[in-house]
């Protein structure tokens, strides 16, 4: 029985708050969540079940994980939540971009974005990310030669921030990507700060983690700018994203995008599009080092489905086992392991009471590991995801890319991107750990990284 069956029968008496611990100490709470937050959230969720309450201080949020839940707040009733005061923490780097916005405004930048995004078009992306990642493998033949070691994870952010920059807005950032990946590394370590700071201390006020961040955005900024600008200056015809977003028109109004907004979309694209599907990458080629029985069906497949020739699109349904040790990176390192919401109104789960101006916290983290949904969590096991078995699971027991209207809209592109570059590795070469022993820990940030990086050696496949 789900959940929220169990609480239709609570219905008729008056809801009760979910139970939870009570941080006394505001300064030190955020700090020991800090220190370990998915340890903490798993620590909440065996003390107090799928609905938690903590009180930090004078602030109470809620923390929700079981799969009903989720579809609830996602989907049934997404109207009674926005993304509320903890998401918009990030909007002093990314504005009021379509990851931050809400309302009608969000609608309106969410339908003039969306045509970039259709099937086809992505599958016309197809190309530019097969060449992108067939430059970086050309490159990496030096690495084979001498048994070199190298950081994995740097050269998937590497790739995706090229691919993202060619293929929404037909620019290579390569010359600007160590410089953008490193203010961004800067950025987002101290907005993740601020997500745990009770109270952040307004970016002028000059603290050493402010002035760094001002210099990493305005470093950001400039990359961003520049990327605009080139192309207003350009005057051609590119029929990317940023084609869209410079071509839109308010229906009411006739005027298009300020610099301001056109900085904001950009600034968002470039930051989900492309840090996400780099962990993503990287934690895949970590969890093949650890499983060597998977990489070996992994690399059959490819021969099989491939052999030495380029993937395309068209290849997919073939790469069907590639796409299960994807979907099961995804469940175990959720580049994004939780959603921060707030609730409009009161609201009811099951027996509890949701307050009305309450931050909620989705936990996809333990939604993917919901002992319920997930025997033996904790094992890489791609079988999973063999259609058959996926058939059957809870919709929102499997949520990498959110659900409802908020749904990641770089879903389709994320996979075709993870599936292609897969395969080109495992074509190339051989990717073996430095060191097979070591357990890699999950650094939270915005997103979840391989903490100090999953540095290999390879050789020639
Ligand atoms: C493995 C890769 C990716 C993962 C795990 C991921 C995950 C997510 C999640 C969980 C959300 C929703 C967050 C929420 O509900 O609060 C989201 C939203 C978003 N993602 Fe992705 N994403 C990925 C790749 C991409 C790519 C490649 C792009 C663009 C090219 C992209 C662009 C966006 C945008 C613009 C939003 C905001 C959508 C809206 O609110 O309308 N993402 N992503």
Same mark, same amino acid.
């Given at each position: ?260 907004? =056109? /900085? &904001? *979309? %950009?600034?968002?694209? #470039?930051?989900?599009?492309?840090? +996400?599907? @780099?962990?993503?990458? $990287? ?14 069906? =992994? /690399? &059959? *497949? %490819?021969?099989?489905? #491939?052999?030495?020739?380029?993937? +395309?699109? @068209?290849?997919?349904? $073939? ?143």
């Amino acid at each position: 029985m789900h959940a929220s069956e169990a609480g239709f029968r609570h219905l008729e008496t008056a809801p009760i708050d979910p139970p939870g611990s009570l941080l006394w100490n505001p300064l030190t709470a955020g700090r020991d969540m800090l220190r370990d937050p998915l340890g903490r959230l798993a620590a909440d969720w065996r003390a107090y079940g799928d609905v938690v309450r903590l009180r930090i201080g004078p602030i109470a949020y809620y923390g929700l994980s079981h799969p009903d839940h989720l579809q609830h707040v996602l989907q049934e009733n997404n109207r009674n939540y926005v993304k509320g005061p903890i998401i918009a923490r990030t909007r002093i780097l990314i504005g009021d971009g379509l990851f931050t916005s809400e309302g009608d405004f969000w609608r309106r930048q969410r339908r003039l974005a969306q045509p970039a995004f259709h099937r086809q078009r992505i599958g016309g992306f197809g190309a530019t990310m097969t060449d992108t990642a067939g430059e970086m493998l050309d490159a990496w033949s030096g690495a084979a030669a001498t048994g070199e070691a190298f950081d994995l994870a740097a050269e998937m952010n590497r790739l995706t921030l090229r691919i993202v920059g060619r293929t929404l807005f037909s620019l290579d950032l390569q010359e600007s990507a160590a410089a953008v990946g490193r203010a961004l590394t800067d950025a987002l370590d101290i907005v993740t700060q601020r997500f745990f700071t009770l109270l952040p201390l307004p970016l002028w006020v000059p603290t050493s983690p402010n002035r760094r961040f001002v210099r990493a955005r305005r470093a950001l900024d400039e990359a961003v700018l520049r990327i605009v600008g080139e192309r207003r200056g350009a005057g051609r015809q590119h029929g990317d994203l940023l084609a869209m977003l410079l071509e839109a028109r308010d229906p009411d109004s006739g005027e298009g995008m300020t610099d301001r907004q =056109l /900085r &904001d *979309e %950009v600034m968002t694209f #470039v930051l989900a599009g492309h840090e +996400t599907t @780099a962990v993503a990458l $990287a934690w895949t080629w970590y969890l093949l080092g650890r499983h060597p029985e998977v990489e070996q069906r =992994l /690399r &059959d *497949e %490819v021969a099989d489905a #491939v052999g030495r020739r380029t993937p +395309t699109p @068209a290849d997919l349904p $073939a790469l069907r086992y590639v796409r299960m040790v994807v979907d099961e990176t995804l469940r175990l390192y959720p580049p994004v392991w939780a959603f921060g919401r707030q609730a409009v109104a009161d609201d009811r789960i099951g027996p509890f009471r949701i307050r009305a101006g309450a931050p909620v916290n989705l936990a996809v983290w333990l939604t993917h590991r919901h002992p319920d949904f997930w025997p033996d969590a904790e094992r890489f096991d791609p079988e999973r995801f063999a259609p058959d078995r996926a058939a059957t699971r809870h919709r929102f027991a499997y949520l990498p890319f959110s659900g409802g209207p908020r749904l990641c809209i770089g879903n389709e592109f994320a996979l075709l991107e993870l599936v292609l570059v897969v395969t080109m590795m495992a074509q190339r070469y051989r990717i073996a750990p430095v060191d097979p022993d070591r357990v890699i820990e999950p650094l939270v940030r915005v997103t979840l990284r391989p903490q100090g990086g999953v540095p290999v050696r390879i050789r020639h496949a």
